[in-house]
């Protein structure tokens, strides 16, 4: 068990788009789906589910459909667009790692809502306000094991643009009706070393009793 503080989980937790293809083990996996596990939820209702891959061939056919959307969502759409700011730009240019390398990850979990998410938005916080919290605890749970993650949300359910070519995820994973894929973590060991992420201060979004 390693016992970095929770300090220093949460502000060295970054995006870590490059990771080593060595194995994970089972029991780091089993550990960070059940810190995800402990995350609020809306009136506890625990609506989430987790697949963990760890299979080659089905690692290959999920980057296959990331690949697909990335390149048209991030290479075709943002990065073609003149009009994107520079740290928009700098952004997604380091995510096309992932459209282009998502299989060299040796494990990808798709968190999941085990309930559909309408499009009342009152319904759909409460919704995401579960799975993602659960999602963060699993990413914070990787770090305290010397592993990096990133949070991609492209060739999911709710991804903005679907796959046309190739299996969508969903269906790649046997996933019921009634489950949806929310987000693709691949977790590994980082190439390269931990640090801060990149964050505007803290004071610039923060207010005191009113807006100021």
């Known amino acids: 068990m390693n016992n970095m503080s929770v300090h220093e989980a949460i502000f060295t937790t970054r995006s870590m788009r490059h990771l080593k ?10 550990y960070m789906i059940e810190a995800a596990t402990m995350a609020p939820s809306a009136g506890n209702m625990q609506i989430w589910a987790f697949v963990v891959v760890t299979q080659q061939a089905l690692r290959e056919q999920i980057a296959a459909a990331y690949r697909e959307v990335g390149r048209q969502y991030i290479r075709d759409g943002v990065l073609a667009d003149p009009a994107v700011d ?14 282009e390398h998502l299989q060299e990850a040796p494990v990808i979990v798709v968190p999941c809502l085990t309930v559909p998410c309408p499009d009342e938005a009152a319904v759909a916080s409460g919704l995401f306000g579960s799975i993602y919290p659960a999602t963060q605890n699993l990413m914070l749970a990787a770090r305290s094991r010397g592993l990096g993650s990133v949070l991609l949300t492209l060739a999911t359910d709710y991804s903005p643009i679907e796959t046309a070519q190739t299996t969508p995820v969903r269906d790649l994973l046997n996933l019921p009706d009634n489950v949806r894929a929310v987000a693709l973590i691949p977790v590994g060991y980082p190439v390269g070393g931990w640090d801060r992420p990149w964050r ?3 004071q610039d979004c923060t207010h ?3 807006w100021s």
């Open 208 to 210: 005191w009793e009113r």
């Open 86 to 99: 520079e740290d928009r730009r700098r952004v997604y240019s380091k995510a096309m790692h992932n459209v």
């Open 21 to 30: 293809p060595d194995p994970v083990p089972r029991e780091d996996l089993e």
């Open 200 to 202: 505007t201060q803290w």
